[in-house]
């Protein structure tokens, strides 16, 4: 297949490109190319591109700047979505779009099945559950794959790193860490994500809306503590509440696999599997001993 991916150099575009080398054909223009707010821009990527399908991985996903800019935040994340999806449908293209835990209230400890109700609690999450309803509504073959808490190699551009990475660094360099312990999840490798998108695309997978975190739940003071422990870092991590803010966060959004065996995948391993193989195949920094 030959796939068109948006937001291609981020943390999962990179892993996409690395994920389908020697399987599919990756087209991955940069922003500076490609401005996806701009539906003459998309609509002329995707034609030249001629794909089979269009992945959207682009996103404004730092949760406080969406609150301080909602129009830039439904913009790139409903908007572009949707020039996108028709560009991709009227080039007789499929549609993924990549969403977020972030479009659910939080207030079912037990998880989120694919069909769930959406309820957001922020600007974020309302302009990705816009997004989701905009691609389904232009193309109704279109695929919805949510992630959570994403980390990736290539780190993500949009926060400076990413949580894994950060709290390593940060215990490295002998802080103290306070983390929050009362936000569960199911945080998700993006090279699991990644492969997990292109395995519903060989599978020519039903329309729809499928959750590719990883298996498990913890919170982000559990993803610290066990990332430090695998790293080989002493360091002092403490548990702390979700301090009031401007911006309000599910207190558990863990996405629920419900879809994959009917369509005889594997399920992702455990968040704690993706975790150790991240650690051991992440490239050491400039200075630290493997």
């Known amino acids: 297949m030959r796939l068109l991916v948006f937001g291609g150099w981020g943390q999962l575009g990179t892993d996409l490109a690395l994920v389908a080398s020697g399987r599919h054909d990756l087209v991955r223009p940069r922003h500076s190319e490609v401005d996806v707010t701009d539906p003459s821009a998309v609509r002329t990527a995707v034609e030249a591109s001629r794909p089979d399908a269009v992945i959207n991985a682009a996103a404004f996903h730092k949760v406080e700047l969406c609150e301080a800019d909602p129009d830039r935040a439904y913009a790139v994340n409903s908007v572009a979505p949707l020039h996108a999806a028709r560009a991709g449908r009227d080039a007789g293209a499929r549609s993924v779009f990549i969403s977020t835990d972030y479009v659910f209230d939080g207030s079912r400890a037990a998880g989120y099945r694919e069909d769930d109700a959406v309820g957001p609690l922020n600007v974020y999450g309302l302009s990705k559950a816009a997004g989701e309803a905009a691609v389904r509504q232009a193309d109704p073959a279109a695929l919805v794959v949510r992630g959570s808490g994403l980390f990736g190699h290539a ?40 492969e997990r998108i292109l395995l519903l695309l060989e599978a020519a997978a039903p329309a729809g809306i499928y959750h590719a975190a990883n298996g498990g739940s913890t919170s982000w003071f559990g993803l610290a503590r066990r990332a430090i422990e695998l790293a080989g870092v002493s360091a002092t991590v403490k548990a702390i509440t979700t301090a009031a803010g401007p911006v309000r966060r599910p207190a558990a959004s863990v996405l629920l696999d419900t879809k994959s065996a009917a369509l005889g995948l594997p399920p992702n391993r455990s968040w704690e599997d993706a975790l150790q193989w991240y650690l051991e195949a992440r490239p050491a920094p400039i200075g630290e001993a493997r």
Do not use: C, W, Y
């Not at 929050?180 to 993006?190: C, E, I, K, S, Y």
């Open 155 to 194: 780190g993500s551009a949009g926060k400076g790193g990413n949580f894994v990475d950060n709290m390593i660094a940060r215990a490295r360099a002998g802080e103290v860490l306070s983390v929050v312990d009362d936000q569960q999840l199911a945080p998700t490798a993006t090279h699991d994500m990644a």
